[in-house]
Nanobody, 123 residues
């Protein structure tokens, strides 16, 4: 299984970015997916997750109302739309493919991880 994340970059505070993550090598539509991030000097943390069907989502409190997770199972791709970005959102963002169809905020529930994409928000 390979996950390829893209879409990161440098943006001013208040701006938007859309991250994408393309999956190959596994039945993408059968598994939940998640987004995590790791800021410099900090541990990797949960950001958002979505069930295999795409019907249900769950977000970290820090991004709720600003970020939207989605997926297109026909394209084996997941997305993270990030709006109203803040400097504290600066981190390397990772996509992950779950071990089951139901979402989880726990990193141990994810079997495969992408390589990460850098998001930098300037003030």
């Amino acid at each position: 299984v390979q996950l390829q994340a893209s879409g990161g970059g440098l943006v001013q505070a208040g701006g938007s970015l859309r991250l994408s993550c393309a999956a190959s090598g596994r039945t993408f539509s059968s598994y939940a997916v998640g987004w995590f991030r790791q800021a410099p000097g900090k541990e990797r943390e949960f950001v958002a997750t979505i069930t295999s069907s795409g019907i249900a989502t769950y977000y970290a409190d820090s991004v709720k109302g600003r970020f939207t997770a989605s997926r297109d199972n026909a394209k084996n791709t997941m997305y993270l739309q990030m709006n109203s970005l803040k400097p504290e959102d600066t981190a390397v963002y990772y996509c992950a493919l779950g071990r089951s169809s139901y979402y989880s905020s726990r990193q141990g529930e994810y079997a495969y991880w992408g390589q990460g994409t850098q998001v930098t928000v300037s003030s």
